[in-house]
């Protein structure tokens, strides 16, 4: 088996199992977040590393658009500030470098969303316990469960997969498929338009 065969081997293995997880929550994840950002709201999110970039990315989507216009909405990474990110851990500890932010931007009934394939980020945790103290909802998109975040979060996305490659691409795919739930949802929290009925993908098995 080669390298290409033997990673989607890998992602093939884990979807149905994740498709079973995520269906559910993505959707109401997606209505949540319509609700609470299409009132003025605010999405706060972090990861380290390859999930610092996700992070962005699902900030970027929220900001910017994922497909049709629609008004911007409010989401921070806590990750790309490089001059807060640096003057907090040289001050507090790299620990505190999102757990200082949640402070700072978070208001009760905010939500922030945690990105990790390990689950067991001290920064994330520590910005989890912050949350907490301000009011803040915390989701968590991680690895396999159980894992410290999942536990420290009021909610969590456990990807079922032991490769943390494939644990990113799924994260990706869940910041997609949440984005449309929002928007779906959207209009008619806004009071613009008729529900649009949510259509359940079925899985397609190879015979």
């Not at 605010?42 to 497909?67: F, I, K, M, P, T």
């Not at 757990?99 to 067991?120: E, I, K, N, Y």
């Not at 869940?174 to 359940?200: F, I, N, Q, T």
């Amino acid at each position: 088996m080669d390298l290409l065969d033997e990673h989607l081997t890998g992602m093939a293995a884990a979807l149905l199992p994740y498709r079973a997880a995520a269906a559910d929550r993505l959707a109401r994840w997606g209505g949540e977040l319509a609700r609470h950002l299409g009132h003025g709201g605010r999405l706060l999110v972090a990861g380290n590393g390859g999930s610092a970039a996700e992070a962005q990315h699902l900030a970027a989507e929220l900001v910017g658009r994922l497909r049709d216009e629609r008004m911007p909405l409010s989401a921070i990474a806590l990750t790309p500030d490089s001059s807060a990110v640096t003057a907090i851990g040289n001050d507090y500890g790299f620990d505190e470098v999102f757990a200082r932010q949640v402070r700072a931007h978070g208001r009760p009934g905010d939500v922030l969303m945690l990105l990790s394939t390990s689950g067991r980020s001290p920064n994330l945790l520590a910005a989890a316990d912050a949350a907490r103290e301000v009011g803040v909802r915390s989701w968590a998109l991680c690895g396999p469960g159980p894992n410290p975040l999942a536990d420290a979060c009021d909610e969590a996305l456990c990807c079922p997969s032991g490769d943390s490659q494939v644990v990113q691409e799924l994260h990706l795919i869940s910041v997609h498929v949440m984005c449309e739930y929002l928007d779906r949802a959207l209009p008619v929290v806004l009071g613009k338009a008729p529900a649009r009925p949510v259509r359940r993908m079925q899985p397609v098995l190879a015979s």
